[in-house]
């Protein structure tokens, strides 16, 4: 059975800190990770996986997967008020027509 | 361009009723799947529909049933409802059930909340 686990559960910050979430993984047959950004209700889509060591990234939020180690990680530099939300790891595997998620990860960014 | 569309938005059922959520999906998409949230947890695959048949399953009981309509919307069946099905359940769309890979890009809807009592 595929898992995904993903660390802190919670943080807690201030604005202009940086934070790393973790997200490791146990699947078979891995296709991709994914990072998506829960504030209310509908998950949005941050970044797609699939190679490791390469980084991608969007303004101040940067992401790298490790296929040996099998984790990622999510990085946010200079955080805001913003990006105060759960941000869940999940993995595509076998016919990738499935997503297994993390339980996520509760960022709180204080003013 | 209107997102992922699902009705309603909230209800609450008592135990042993019967739900059905509804979902449209993006324009230009044709696979829905449906994922279940419990509260503090991630999202749990359901099903997903493709060409009006279901594709792929989860981990949850035949309580729990479906169906895609040739306008590509879908609806997810609840029977025989228990406290532990209060949940949110989420619809994302795709264009293809295999282009996920490629494009990573699933659209969830805002979800319909479920509360069994």
């Known amino acids: 059975e595929d898992k995904v686990v993903q660390s802190p559960l919670s943080l807690v910050v201030h604005e202009g800190d940086t934070v790393t979430l973790n997200c490791s993984y146990e699947v078979t047959n891995f296709r991709s990770l994914l990072w998506y950004k829960q504030e209310k209700k509908a998950p949005t889509f941050l970044f797609m996986l699939?190679?490791?060591?390469i980084e991608k990234k969007s303004g101040r939020l940067s992401s790298i997967l490790d296929k040996k180690e099998l984790f990622s990680i999510l990085n946010i530099t200079a955080t805001q008020t913003g990006d105060s939300a759960v941000y869940l790891c999940a993995v595509s595997s076998g016919s990738a027509r499935q997503l297994t998620f993390g339980s996520g990860t509760q960022l709180t960014v204080l003013p | 361009d209107a997102g992922v569309t699902q009705s309603p938005t909230h209800l609450i059922k008592t135990r042993g009723q019967q739900v059905t959520l509804r979902c449209s999906p993006k324009?230009?998409?044709?696979?829905v799947s449906w994922y279940q949230q419990a509260l503090g947890q991630g999202p749990q695959f359901i099903f997903q529909y493709y060409e009006e048949e279901e594709r792929q399953r989860g981990n949850f009981p035949d309580r729990f049933s479906g169906h895609q309509f040739p306008n590509y919307s879908s609806e997810l069946n609840v029977n025989a409802l228990l406290l532990g099905d209060s949940a949110l359940y989420l619809c994302?769309?795709?264009?293809?059930?295999?282009?996920?890979?490629?494009?990573?890009?699933?659209?969830f809807g805002e979800g319909s909340r479920l509360t069994v009592l």
């Open positions: 699939t190679s490791s060591g």
């Open positions: 324009s230009g998409h044709d696979t």
């Open positions: 994302a769309s795709s264009q293809g059930q295999l282009r996920l890979m490629n494009t990573g890009e699933l659209f």
